[in-house]
């Protein structure tokens, strides 16, 4: 695929940062959509169907966490990359935006070749994140793991997970009783080119446990996760 193919939409509510950013990344050859709240990029990303969405946290009318949960709850983006592009560093702020379904996390404020570099890293992964792990269903005691469908059945009952869960849990479940360690977490589900803390795993097993229950996933203190059919 070649730059003119690929779809960027570029959300911020400064109009010298959507300048700017748009311009670089124009000049590297790339298709570029620009808005200025998150309500706006909703509904240009269900029309151009973007392969990046760079989104600010802070805007008016919508903010870019909420934009980015709507965004992942729409089926046709669900392979669409998503990096947030903000001032805001902190780590909760962090947190929150990968738990929204972000790929990546990138502070303000960041010199334009060094953002373009970041992107480059971030759409070599559009071929190989769905090619990485393989969509065969995973049927264990009570729960069915379908790849293809992005939804499981967990005792009867259909659930939907928001994408980085989904994820998770379907790598570890493709082993049951391997470890994982967080190093091979990071790599598979954020892609080694993503700078994540290890509270990201952790925020992210939190969620399954409250899911499926406390008992399907193991930690190995100082290792990593594992799977446990029982």
């Known amino acids: 695929m070649t730059n003119k193919n690929i779809k960027i939409l570029l959300v911020d509510d400064e109009p010298d940062i959507l300048e700017i950013i748009s311009y670089n990344l124009t000049a590297q050859g790339y298709t570029v959509f620009t808005t200025n709240n998150g309500q706006k990029a909703i509904k240009k990303a269900k029309k151009e169907k973007p392969h990046l969405i760079i989104l600010d946290v802070m805007m008016p009318e919508m903010d870019g966490i909420e934009a980015c949960e709507q965004i992942r709850k729409i089926p046709e983006l669900e392979n669409t990359l998503i990096t947030f592009l903000t001032a805001r560093g902190e780590d909760y702020s962090q947190v929150a935006g990968f738990e929204a ?13 060094v953002l373009v570099s970041k992107i480059k890293s971030l759409l070599r ?13 995973i049927v264990l005691d009570g729960l069915v793991i379908d790849r293809e469908a992005y ?24 082993r049951p009783g391997k470890v994982f360690n967080r190093e091979v977490i990071l790599e598979k589900i954020w892609g080694n080119e993503v700078v994540v803390g290890g509270r990201t795993i952790d925020v ?17 203190k100082g290792v990593g996760y594992k799977f446990q059919d029982q």
């Open 204 to 220: 992210h097993i939190r969620k399954l446990r409250e899911k499926l229950g406390d008992s399907k996933f193991k930690t190995i």
């Open 125 to 137: 992964r559009l071929k190989t994140r769905t090619d990485s792990i393989s969509n065969t269903p």
């Open 151 to 174: 939804k499981i059945n967990f005792k009867g009952l259909d659930m939907v997970l928001p994408r980085k869960e989904f994820e998770l849990l379907y790598l570890l479940a493709s």
């Open 101 to 113: 379904g972000a790929d990546d996390y990138i502070t303000k404020p960041i010199k334009p070749k």
